[in-house]
């Protein structure tokens, strides 16, 4: 199976910063990549698909990038509804494998 | 609004069977597949089955390869888990989720879930 590594697992930011969290596949999904934020409570909701693409309604603070094994989502400027956590996930193989989760958390 | 509904969870013994249901008030699930994804307390996702618009594929997580099976009732319009020889590791939240062919096969549709505690 795929193995999908996020990092950091954790980080503390303020509004307004940028940020950038990264994901690693364990082999090469092209762009089938996948970025889900979850906030406490709440059901996982669908931010990028296909590596990069804008999922409808989602801010465009955010954005994806990346191709083969490497990806990033970067928020271009913190906002306080983004306090949450991310998650990666391969839609390549039928595995469909998440990241283990990034947490955002506020500075 | 599309929403996905699950029923079934509950509190179960280890060792013991539970079913779970996934349905969707507002579409039909026919045409689409349906993933099921948990995530144990205080974790994060970890994806366990799937099924495909037809039903003739499936596919299961190592995690519960043999213990669960994943099946679809057109006539009911429903999606089930049956979930056996279960253990502490099994408690969860699982989520009905499904995957959109025009987003790429992205998961854009999720239940609210429902819990599966695995205890004695």
């Known amino acids: 199976d795929i193995q999908m590594t996020q990092s950091p697992s954790s980080l503390s930011a303020s509004v307004g910063d940028r940020l950038t969290i990264t994901c690693r596949a364990s082999?090469?999904?092209?762009?089938?990549l996948n970025w889900y934020q979850q906030k406490p409570g709440k059901v996982p909701k669908l931010l990028i698909y296909?590596?990069?693409i804008l999922n409808s309604g989602v801010p465009s603070r955010f954005s994806g990038s990346g191709s083969g094994t490497d990806f990033t989502l970067t928020i271009s400027s913190l906002q306080p509804e983004d306090f949450a956590t991310y998650y990666c996930?391969?839609?390549?193989?039928?595995?469909?494998?998440f990241g283990q989760g990034t947490k955002v958390e506020i500075k | 609004e599309e929403q996905l509904v699950e029923s079934g969870g509950g509190l179960v013994q280890p060792g013991g069977s539970l079913r779970l249901s996934c349905s969707a008030p507002?579409?039909?699930?026919?045409?689409?597949?349906i993933h099921w994804v948990r995530q144990a307390p205080g974790k994060g996702l970890e994806y366990v089955s799937a099924i495909s618009s037809n039903g003739a594929g499936t596919y299961y997580a190592d995690s519960v390869k043999g213990r669960f099976i994943i099946s679809r009732d057109d006539s009911k319009d429903t999606v089930f888990l049956q979930m056996s020889s279960l253990t502490t590791e099994d408690t969860a939240v699982y989520y009905c989720?499904?995957?959109?062919?025009?987003?790429?096969?992205?998961?854009?549709?999720w239940g609210q879930g429902t819990m599966v505690a695995v205890s004695s």
């Open positions: 296909g590596a990069s």
């Open positions: 996930q391969q839609s390549y193989s039928t595995s469909w494998t």
């Open positions: 082999q090469i999904i092209n762009t089938h």
């Open positions: 507002r579409f039909t699930l026919r045409s689409t597949a």
């Open positions: 989720v499904k995957e959109s062919k025009l987003i790429l096969d992205a998961f854009d549709i």
